[in-house]
């Protein structure tokens, strides 16, 4: 397989997780801003820096308003976290891959595309907003649907999924990244209305909200939201679990090649070191310094991944 | 019998005879067809619009930014050719691009057609696509014209002529491919009632016949690849068709380098070597160090490789020249100076504005004539006389005057009709054919059929996919 075209796949799975990522977070801010008009504009702050585009946005608009947001990340093409621009992108990797892609998972990508384009042709109604988020991630499901089902688990397919799960891991810390504060036991005034409505937010940013009530019931703390979405193995967009995955194509990749690659050995080392720790032990350490390091120990992969496998020259 | 502007014009349909009678190569189709519901006919060419878009068929229009990707209009009814007329078709193809690859193999060596004066040598030494580095060098299998697209049109029952000859880069084959898929997908049943000749083995021929051609630095199996300038080029669905249905990498320049005097691709796994590349970028772009020393698109050094027998190109450089116009108007003589024989498919009548006999009657009978570009391709840069208001033939006219060697004039031809599905039924429209001919030392394929070009506009005779034309399946019946 050319190196370009493993990063090709690589790049339009991490687009396209990106592109599910984004609508889940302009879900939990939307609805924050919806019920509590207060701390809507602080909100939206935190789903731009959480999306990387905060400076971007504060150089074209300035305040906080849903409606000017909200268009920023769906349709500006200035951003290029947008949805619009960001399935444009994982369309185009999937055109210079195309070789690499079965036919359905490519007209997958394709068709969200085409969907996305006309969806987002317009400004997005408020009222109209829940329907087009559904519509971006059904949209993703679907690409992944196809991926799973029609192709070979050749070495294109485990390009795309590190990409998927590169991407998630780093979207679930970021998450973490902006919202420590929250979860830190000194503000954590443990029971009050405030902090619940923060913290199911978080878990809303990574739809994992019902999923904790099954895990831990009622009770909600700061250190076992932070346990679920780091450490949970069995939580598909936990620290752990993206880095297991990514941790496994990349074995896959090694015995393909049968090539030993400094990539791999920094995949181990983040699940079998970074990761193997009591909740408590990170929280002792500093969790934004947790956070931080592991945000740089993923982008050093992520770099690493593109020099072993020659995705440019 | 078709009204245009007035005159009564009558051309050949190739379904209905003069008489109004079905012509036999059309009636099982027809058959088919006057026992459909129209309603259903019409809502699987919805359905064939809706497939083409998720398959991405698209189609970048050069310099039309806001039709950034376009569809080749594709009409349902197939244009169907019998067994004969292939046959008789075929001949003179295969004939055809046999004179070609002859003539380019002599250009590049002795002249001998040259100094047999029966090609004027200002005719090569002018000619933008001459490559005086391919002198004296013998491209593997000595097989310039790998793949080439000879464009046919018809007149009558059993006129046809070349119309040109497509050797630089002929596009289109994943039309003809992905058009039988559509059909097939939404006619089944079709199928079964008329005995079709396949054409999905095309991307297995090209394949088998570019391997035919490996170098002689090629050790076993041979390594194919295509060639694209990349995703924003106007045919890079097809160039990722046809490595897609090949099985062979994709490249562009920036996958590409020279390694130990081969051209190696840059894969996961380090730098492999190309025996094969089915280039789809232009002479000047190929190598930056030994063309245009501003290209992105090709590999540095690639020349060098060529030239040591490193590394087939597909089809070999330099041979744009045979898809000069004005060189055009040759072939019957290249054809009987290389194969002893009178050419089996006529030319159109060209006049060569270059000649001051040949100008001074094309600017007489300019509004009757159709003059073209010599080196022009994709209907841009050409005159339809007849279509042309009296403004666009006083600014034409200026233009022959002042570079007359840049233009060919042809009569304008009663290209034949084949009606197209429309609302309100079937409508005659004008075509073309442009068949695909692959050639390599073990022999020539042509595969059946082609890409039928239609003009979708009622009277309208340009058939180019840039201009507003669309495709049709080609349906070429067995024995």
């Given at each position: 397989m050319l190196g370009k075209t493993a990063g090709s796949l690589f790049w339009m799975a991490?687009?396209?997780?990106?592109?599910?990522?984004?609508?889940?977070?302009?879900?939990?801010?939307?609805?924050?801003?919806?019920?509590?008009?207060?701390?809507?504009?602080?909100?939206?702050?935190?789903?731009?820096?959480?999306?990387?585009?905060?400076?971007a946005f504060q150089a074209a608009h300035g305040d906080y308003s849903s409606a000017r947001v909200i268009d920023f990340l769906l349709r500006d093409p200035a951003n290029p976290s947008s949805i619009l621009s960001v399935i444009k992108q994982a369309r185009d990797n999937a055109r210079t891959a195309r070789t690499a892609l079965t036919r359905e998972t490519w007209e997958a990508v394709n068709t969200s595309w085409m969907t996305l384009v006309a969806l987002l042709k317009r400004p997005v109604r408020e009222d109209d907003l829940p329907d087009v988020l559904t519509t971006i991630r059904q949209q993703s499901a679907q690409v992944r649907g196809a991926l799973n089902g029609t192709m070979l688990r050749n070495d294109g397919y485990h390009f795309a999924l590190l990409g998927t799960f590169l991407e998630r891991a780093d979207n679930t810390a970021r998450i973490l990244d902006v919202k420590y504060y929250l979860l830190l036991p000194s503000v954590a005034h443990i029971g009050t209305s405030i902090d619940n409505v923060q913290w199911e937010t978080i878990l809303r940013s990574v739809s994992a909200h019902r999923a904790y009530r099954w895990l831990y019931g009622a009770e909600i703390s700061a250190l076992k939201i932070a346990e679920f979405l780091i450490l949970y193995r069995q939580m598909p967009r936990s620290l752990t679990f993206c880095s297991e995955r990514m941790e496994n194509h990349l074995n896959e990749l090694q015995r393909l090649y049968g090539e030993e690659i400094e990539a791999r050995r920094m995949a181990h080392a983040l699940v079998h070191e970074k990761l193997d720790a009591p909740i408590q032990s990170i929280f002792d350490g500093g969790l934004h310094q947790y956070v931080t390091g592991f945000l740089r120990d993923t982008a050093a992969l992520a770099r690493q991944v593109e020099r072993d496998y020659r995705f440019v020259e | 019998m078709l009204r245009g502007k007035g005159r009564r014009i009558s051309f050949f349909d190739e379904m209905t005879s003069q008489e109004g009678g079905t012509r036999s190569p059309y009636r099982d189709y027809c058959g088919w067809f006057e026992a459909e519901d129209v309603a259903r006919i019409q809502r699987k060419a919805q359905q064939a619009e809706a497939?083409?878009?998720?398959?991405?068929?698209?189609?970048?229009?050069?310099?039309?930014?806001?039709?950034?990707?376009?569809?080749?209009?594709?009409d349902v009814v197939p244009r169907i050719i019998s067994a004969s007329e292939w046959r008789r078709l075929s001949r003179g193809i295969e004939q055809r691009v046999r004179a070609l690859n002859a003539f380019l193999h002599d250009i590049y060596h002795r002249q001998e057609i040259l100094r047999a004066g029966r090609v004027p040598t200002e005719l090569i030494a002018g000619n933008e696509a001459f490559l005086p580095m391919m002198m004296g060098l013998d491209p593997p299998g000595g097989i310039y014209t790998h793949i080439s697209g000879t464009d046919i049109v018809r007149t009558g029952a059993n006129e046809f002529y070349v119309l040109e000859d497509n050797a630089r880069t002929p596009s289109g084959v994943s039309y003809m491919l992905e058009n039988r898929e559509t059909m097939l997908q939404m006619?089944?049943?079709?199928?079964?009632?008329v005995p079709v000749r396949e054409v999905s083995d095309y991307p297995i021929n090209l394949l088998k016949s570019l391997a035919a051609c490996a170098p002689p630095a090629c050790g076993g199996t041979p390594t194919v690849a295509v060639l694209t300038p990349g995703i924003h080029n106007s045919?890079?669905?097809?160039?990722?068709?046809?490595?897609?249905?090949?099985?062979?990498?994709?490249?562009?320049?920036?996958?590409?380098r020279v390694v130990d005097g081969r051209v190696a691709m840059r894969t996961t796994q380090g730098y492999k070597a190309i025996d094969v590349i089915y280039r789809r970028v232009d002479d000047d772009f190929l190598d930056p160090l030994n063309f245009r020393p501003d290209s992105m698109l090709g590999v540095p050094g690639i020349w060098d490789v060529y030239r040591a027998g490193g590394i087939t190109i597909a089809n070999a450089p330099g041979t744009g020249i045979a898809d000069d116009k004005a060189l055009y108007s040759y072939m019957p003589d290249i054809i009987e100076f290389y194969t002893g024989e009178k050419a089996l498919l006529p030319n159109v009548p060209t006049w060569r504005c270059s000649e001051p006999e040949h100008l001074r009657e094309v600017l007489d009978r300019l509004p009757e004539l159709v003059v073209k570009e010599v080196h022009g391709s994709g209907g841009y840069g050409m005159l339809v006389g007849p279509a042309a208001s009296k403004k666009e033939l006083a600014a034409f006219r200026a233009k022959l005057e002042a570079n007359p060697g840049n233009y060919i004039a042809q009569p304008t031809l009663s290209l034949s009709t084949v009606p197209i599905f429309t609302k309100k039924g079937l409508a005659p429209r004008h075509v073309d054919l442009r068949p695909f001919v692959l050639m390599s030392p073990q022999g020539i394929t042509i595969t059946p059929g082609g890409l039928t070009r239609v003009a979708m506009t009622k009277g309208s005779l340009v058939v180019n996919s840039s201009q507003g034309g669309g495709t049709k399946d080609t349906w070429v019946l067995e024995d």
């Open positions: 991490r687009y396209l997780e990106r592109s599910e990522n984004n609508a889940r977070l302009i879900d939990a801010g939307f609805r924050i801003a919806l019920t509590r008009s207060s701390t809507a504009a602080a909100e939206w702050k935190s789903v731009l820096v959480t999306a990387g585009v905060n400076q | 497939l083409f878009r998720t398959t991405g068929i698209t189609f970048n229009v050069y310099g039309a930014s806001d039709a950034d990707e376009r569809l080749i209009p594709f006619f089944p049943e079709l199928f079964a009632k045919a890079y669905y097809e160039h990722s068709f046809l490595a897609d249905h090949m099985g062979a990498e994709l490249v562009e320049g920036h996958d590409l």
